[in-house]
């Protein structure tokens, strides 16, 4: 399945913003064509709504770009994962610079 790279998700309801846990690691083991292994589902803290987690990673409640802005300015966070900033990549530059 395609995982987003959006680090954050909205629960509409009541607004709450969270993080996604392990969002790189995801990435590496589900973002696979055709593969589907997230199961299980989750609840807003706040509100107790309930989302399928495999919605989750797949972007379906990313936190919308029009409020990308805003949430920056207000956290300092950065939204997306960078395609070059896979632990990995870093890891064997790193490694080269070295040797
Ligand atoms: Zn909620």
């Not at 790189?24 to 292994?37: A, F, H, S």
């Not at 936190?63 to 395609?83: D, K, M, S, V």
């Amino acid at each position: 399945m395609k995982v987003s790279r959006v680090r954050f998700w909205l629960c509409k309801p009541c607004k709450g913003v969270y993080k996604k846990e392990n969002l790189e690691l995801r990435i590496q083991l589900y973002d696979v064509p055709g593969k589907t292994i997230v199961t299980g589902t989750l609840e807003c803290a706040r509100c107790h709504a309930v989302y399928q987690v495999a919605d989750i990673y797949v972007g379906k409640h990313d936190l919308p770009r029009e409020n990308w802005e805003e949430f920056r300015n207000a956290t300092g966070e950065q939204i997306e994962l960078g395609t070059s900033q896979s632990p990995v990549g870093s890891g064997a530059k790193w490694y080269e610079f070295w040797k």
